[in-house]
Structure formats: structure tokens, C-alpha cells
């Protein structure tokens, strides 16, 4: 195990200061026997946005929900491969999966505040729940992280209030808002303007920017613009393999595989 | 591909009779609401005739004071069997609330196995058992043990009887939590049982609530297991260990005796009996349900029982 660890360079030998916060090693998943995810190894750059394009169903979704073990948490879901999160195995059996979800947040497709909570727990949820009291600590997270997820100037006035009660933009930013309060260092978004309008969108994308400089971040989605707007790096996947990952600029303008080059001019999907 | 033609044929099909539909759909929403009134009439019927027998029972005294002898001039009142009533509810649901809501999250939470399915099975065939059976169970158990009938045995058996019923619903409503919550719970690093119990728990609330008022409703006019374990009683409670009086079986006692100021009183105390367990539910409901935002009501609805 050890050994194999070793093998991976967490710096890449070609660009002296490229550091990989993250890299998935021979990942495949399945749910009840059926194949979902072939194989897939991916290393993700700190501090640049990593996005994941495909067809719906070509295992998008269950790449990342290995990245940060909720796969496993799927009944009947299997999985081979290994994730290293600054070059400890998450699978390693001497690591809590649970204190590495607190390291790599995450954001789902549907917005999913909390039904019973404000717009203030939500934030604070992750916090209190992971045992952080003081109560100054916790709101001044709750309104950095607002503040961060572009949120804060339209919820300042009603904290109290439901988090239900805002729109589906404003939930999405919500739960961005929520996922970055127990700061984590890597952030794993599942298309997450998929439900939402333009403007919200565009909200979500200027404030992926921003986090950027702070974060790891891998976004799924299936808006190629988006991905040419907000990613550093791009993979493309096809029926559960990773067919091309390269730098978002070279795999649209000039994609190596003749599948990569039909998704992105539009072709199919 | 469908053709031009057959979608005009579809189309034709589809805006057909659209006049006989529109009377369905009358005569439908007609009968759901004439299944409503069915379903009330009983209801405000027996409520009327309970209160309108037993009007001329009820006063200050006759909540308040202790039984008059039998036959006497003074028939006194139903205060032990109110005061009963109170404290069964309250300590059956003292055992039976926390232990039947754990069960029910063990079963929809863990329960996927063999343990859940056994414990499943048991609980199912424990909610269909005759009560009458749980009393001379309790009797056999607790009463001839210590020796005498006292609240404890009554409260013992009551909660048996609440048990199943809080555990299903507690499933149940579990259950109807979506995934997705619990999910984000675990991103959030969140270890299992605490997204159980804070946001799966709150989650489900409404449906909780409801089969514990389900489940009081039910053991406040329970009769036969109070046979067999509080005996009955004309005094206000001495100790937990000692007899009590409790509304069914007193209204039971008084229908049954042949003085027509006994029968009165025995609906009087059936109509005191129906508005304990409207207020409870009322009461509690209010207590826990009602800060909730509007975008909660949503939610409400699927996680309610009723
Ligand atoms: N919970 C599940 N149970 C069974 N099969 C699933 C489940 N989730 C996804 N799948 C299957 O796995 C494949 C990949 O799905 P997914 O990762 O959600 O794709 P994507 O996110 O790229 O649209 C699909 O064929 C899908 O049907
Ligand atoms: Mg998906």
C-alpha cells in the first residue's frame, strides 16, 4: 500500500509548482452489478476548477460522489480504486470517511436546504453539528459564507426565515453557502446550475471564480459553455469511461479523440 | 414517428366528449365530498348524543369530586377517574413515547435486515393483539407480583398497547424523509446518528407527532387491560403503587348501574373522555407543529401520516 502511495508524485515533475490537491486512482463504480464507472484516474489541481462534461448517465454523478465516499452510501453500490486527498488514501481503512467529507464539501444538483431549518441554520448546521459552540465564531462563518455564495445581501434582513422560502437560485446558494461553512479544501459541485435561470448562473459561475482562489474545485455539468466559462481543466466522460482530460482550452478547440470532438461541437448528447 | 395523421386521429381521441368529462369530474369531486359527510355524520352524531345525554351531569363538582356512594342522593363526581386518565397517559407515554420512537428509528434506519424484519413482524403482530390479552399479561406479570392492581401496572400495559402503533408511524415517517436531506447531512461530515436525530428526526416531526396522538387517543379509552391492572377506584391517587379510577372504566362502572343519575353521569363522563383527548391533540399539536414557514407546509404534507 505504502509503496504504491509513493508512486504518485503529488507534484507534477513537468511544471515545478502544478500541486494536485486531489487524485482519483483507477476509480470504478457500480450499483448492483452493473457497471457505472470504468477506470477513471484524474488528478485535480489546487486552487483551479476541474470540470466534468458527458452525456447524462455516463457516470458523472458517480465519479464524484467516490471523490468524497458518498458512493458508498448508495445501497448495493460497489467500488475499486483508490482517491488521495493530499496524498492520504481516503480509502485507506485508517481513515473516518466522515473527517474527510468535513475536507471536501459538496453541492447537489437539486438545491436541498435543510426543510426545517432558516436560512441561518442551514449555514451554521454544518458547524454546530461537528461541534463548534461559540456562538461569535459561528456567526461571523455563517455571514462569510453567505457573503462568499453571493447570497448574503438578499437573506441579511431575514436570517430567520426558512431556507425553503427562497427561490431555487437563491437555494442553490444556500447550500454553496452551507458546504463551505465547515471549510472544506476541495469542493465537489454536481451540476449545480442545472435547475437555475440565467442570472442565478451566472451568480453561481462569477462565484466560482472568486472561490477559486481558494479551492479545489470539480464541477459536473452538462453546459459545455459553462465549462469553457468556469474550468481550468475539463475531462470528458462516455459511458462510464474518461475519454479525454486535458486543459479546457485544448479539449474544446482542439479535443485528441473523435467522440470528444462530436460531444463538444454538439453532435450528440 | 407518428405521422401527421394519426396525430390528428390522436388529437381527436384526446379533445373528445371533453363535455362527459367535465361531468365526471363533477360527479367524482360530488361523491369524495359525499364521503366526507358519511364519514362526519357518525362522528357529529355521537358527539351530540353524548353530550346531550350526559349534559345534565356535568358540572364543577361533578369534575372535581370523588364518586357518591351507590345510590346515594348525592351522586358526587368523576374527578379520580379524570385525574387517572391524566397520569396513565402521561407515564404510559413517558415508557412508551421514547422507547417506541427509538424503535421506529431503528427500524427504518438500521432495520434493513433480519433483525429488522423480525422486529417488524413481532411489533406487527403485537399492534393487532386483543388488548385484553396485554391486561392479563400485565396482570400476571406485574400485579400478582407485587400484589396488589396499581398505576404502574396500568401504565405498563398502555404503553405495550402504544408501542407498535408509535413505532410504525415513527418508520414510516422516517422513511418519507427524502434522501436527499440525510445526503447532504453526510457531506456535511455529519456522523449517522446525529443526521438521524437532527435533521432526518425534525424532518419527519409532523408524522411522529401524529401517531403519538394516534397512539394516546387510543390508550385513553382502552377498558379491558385497566381491568386487569388499576382495579378501579372511588379515592384520588395515594401512590403509584396503589389503585386509581380512570375515565374508561368509570363510565363503564356508571352505565352499568341501574340508578338513571348514574347512567347521566356515565355519559357525562364518555363526553369528558372525548374532550380530554381533543385537547390533548389539539394541545400538542399546537405546542409542536405550529412554528413552521409557509415553505414548510410542503414538506409537512409528506411527512404527515393523516
Ligand atoms: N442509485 C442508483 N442505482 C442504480 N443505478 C444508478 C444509480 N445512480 C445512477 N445509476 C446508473 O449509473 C449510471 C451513471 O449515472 P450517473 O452517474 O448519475 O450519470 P450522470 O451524472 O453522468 O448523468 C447510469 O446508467 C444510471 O442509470
Ligand atoms: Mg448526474
Partial sequence: ????????????????????????????????????????????RDRAVTALIGPSGCGKTTFLRCLNRMHELTKNATLTGRVLLDGEDL???????IINRRKIGMVFQKPN????????????????LNGVKDKKIIDEVVEGCLKMASLWDEVKEKLKNPGMSLSGGQQQRLCIARA??????????????????????????EMIQELKKEYTI???????????????YTGFMYLGDLVEFGETKQIFENPRNEITAKYVQGQFG | MITVEQRTEFRKHFRYNVGRRLVLDKVVKCMVFLCVVVAIVPLVAILVNVFSNGAAALSWNFLTQIPGAVGSDDPGGIGPAIQGTLVLIGLSSLIGVPVGVMGGIFLSEYGNNRYGRTVRFFNDVLAEFPTIVIGVFTFVLIVLTIGNF?????????????????MRTTEESLKLVPVTYREAGYALGIRRWRVVFTIVLSGAKSGLVTGILLAVARIAGETAPLVFTILGSSQFIQGLDGPVDALPLRIWRLSSLPYDSSVVQGWGAAFVLIILVLSINIGVRYLFLRRKGQAMLKFKKLGSMS
Fill in chain 2, 150 to 166: 396499581s398505576v404502574w401496572a396500568g401504565s405498563f400495559a398502555l404503553s405495550i398497547i402504544m408501542l407498535p402503533i408509535i
Fill in chain 1, 1 to 44: 500500500m505504502m509503496e504504491t502511495m509513493t508512486k504518485i508524485p503529488l507534484k507534477d515533475n513537468s511544471t515545478e509548482d502544478v500541486k494536485y490537491k486531489l487524485i482519483a486512482e483507477n476509480i470504478s463504480a457500480s450499483y448492483d452489478g452493473i457497471i457505472a464507472v470504468k477506470n477513471v484516474s484524474m488528478k485535480f
Fill in chain 1, 113 to 128: 436546504p435543510f426543510p426545517t431549518m432558516s436560512i441561518y441554520d442551514n449555514v451554521a448546521c454544518g458547524l454546530k
Fill in chain 1, 180 to 205: 463551505l461553512a465547515i471549510q472544506p479544501e476541495v469542493l465537489l459541485m454536481d451540476e449545480p446550475a442545472s435547475a437555475l435561470d440565467p442570472i442565478a448562473t451566472q451568480k453561481i459561475e
Fill in chain 1, 218 to 232: 470539480i464541477i459536473v455539468t452538462h453546459n459545455m459553455q459553462q465549462a469553457t466559462r468556469v474550468s481550468d
Fill in chain 1, 91 to 97: 480509502y485507506s481503512n485508517k481513515v473516518d470517511p
